[in-house]
């Protein structure tokens, strides 16, 4: 019998894995959930589980929940698996990979739901699981459940799948900062989507701007000196940093059919501190 429960269990270990990550944005996170849901299935009576992968997704949507409850503590959490690199080199080829990455965008609207909306959300629309087994794990009715990832589905209204930087993403992006640096609005609204959306991460919480207009108006973060073009996940992005050399920001933009659908920027030092990004052009390599 163990060694069934065994097989059954690894069986579903992508599957729980992929839950996890997506719910929580960290891998180290995900492998953790996973670990402990397997310490509670070897600790239950087997005869009493009738069904497997809902038992499974059970527990590993509860443990993701109780980690999402406690990130209170733990705010730099999910970041430090966000992938930045230098932009050295316009050739598609070269471009960091979004492998299985959640990605910026997401990750910062994701950071803006309440842990209930972003397990409703994810486990719903990415893994389509049952609102009634949804609430279970929430301890809610399955309306409730429903309500939740409805209002969640609201907030993130991101590409699925966002194109990787490619040599018209890039150009995009570098009309819209060098408008932001020269106080051009009239070009900012030209690579703008009238419909774009920029979330910020700061320390006060999630900031959401909507529409092109009002995106425009406040496009200061793209005129900082000391700015350095990065590939944030894949995607086309700038780093900036303050005159002390501590970062100031990290900005990911998605570049939809010639124009910027979504930006994303971290402006939170703590989840800044937690990101290994590049150093500030100019600085002497120094160790550490």
Known sequence: MPDTLTEAFEAQRDRLRAVAHRVLGSHADAEDVVQEAWLRLSRQDAETIHNLDGWLTTVVGRISLDVLR???SRPEAPYDEIVVAVDESPAPEDDVALADSIGLALLVVLESLGPGERLAFVLHDLFAVPFEEIGRILGKTPGASKMLASRARRKVRTPSQPPAA???QREVVGAFLRAARDGDFEGLL???DPEVRLTVDTPDGVVVVLGATNVAAGARFGAASGGRAVLVGGLPGVVAWREDGSPLSVV???VVDGRIAGIAAVA??????????PEPPGTVGTAG
Do not use: C, Q, Y
């Open 70 to 72: 406690s990130r209170r």
């Open 166 to 168: 490619g040599r018209e």
């Open 190 to 192: 030209r690579v703008l």
């Open 252 to 254: 990911a933009f998605t």
């Open 268 to 277: 939170d030092p703590a989840r800044l501190a937690s990101m290994d990004l």
